[in-house]
């Protein structure tokens, strides 16, 4: 079954804490990524991995890292989370970069107070 | 950077008529555009995309079209059901390249 699961699906933390979000995916796929959404605002990507500790920067990066030690599964960390990076964040997986279909997950809706 | 545009935020039909979501994109060298539905309260999923070798793609009620010369496609979804209610996402990629969405468009069926 094609799926990519993500955990935790709801957290609240406060200013300054550390934050861990979680994603898995079953089909050996090559590529994942890490979005956040905001009304308004559509998909901005945070970062993409291309395979086992082979990360690059999206277009907003800044507070945020990552870490792909397993193929299936990608993480991203919030260091001292800041009350802006409230947000859905959804990681997504394809079998390759590029041209090829995104599988999303169901979203971590993540509170910073 | 690729940049792509939905030119409607929001839409609105009623049950039966068609919808039309256009968008546009920057980068001549993109090949591939996929669309992406996102129900109220969920996650995305694909639904069609089309590739630059074609110019018209359908795959049930939906129908991607391409202008590569305009640098536009646009989503029609025929026969439209409450069902259909959703965000549609554009995106558009080279081949190589990772893939850029669009800001969303919101389709409201109404009965």
């Known amino acids: 079954d094609m799926k990519v699961t993500q955990m935790p699906r709801y957290l609240i933390k406060r200013m300054g804490e550390n934050v861990l979000l979680e994603c898995g995916q079953d089909m050996s796929h090559e590529t994942m990524y890490w979005y956040r959404q905001d009304p308004g605002l559509g998909l901005q990507l945070i970062y993409i991995?291309?395979?086992?500790?082979?990360?690059s920067e999206g277009d907003i990066p800044k507070g945020y890292r990552v870490s792909r030690k397993k193929r299936e599964h990608f993480s991203l960390i919030l260091d001292s989370a800041k009350t802006n990076q409230t947000s859905v964040y959804f990681c997504?997986?394809?079998?390759?970069?590029?041209?090829?279909?995104?599988?999303f997950g169901p979203g971590t809706r993540l509170t910073v107070l | 950077g690729e940049k792509v545009e939905q030119h409607e935020s929001t839409l609105s039909v009623r049950e039966g008529d068609s919808a039309v979501i256009n968008c546009t994109y920057t980068d001549t060298a993109s090949s591939y555009f996929p669309w992406y539905k996102q129900e109220a309260g969920k996650s995305l999923h694909f639904v069609i995309d089309i590739r630059s070798n074609v110019d018209r793609k359908q795959s049930q009620r939906l129908i991607v079209l391409l202008d590569k010369k305009a640098k536009r496609f646009s989503l029609h979804i025929t026969a439209t059901q409450p069902e259909d209610s959703a965000i549609y996402f554009c995106?558009?990629?080279?081949?190589?390249?990772?893939?850029?969405f669009g800001d969303g468009t919101q389709l409201v069926v109404k009965p």
């Open positions: 995106a558009a990629s080279r081949s190589n390249n990772r893939i850029f």
């Open positions: 997504a997986s394809s079998l390759d970069w590029g041209a090829y279909e995104q599988y």
């Open positions: 991995s291309y395979d086992v500790d082979s990360n």
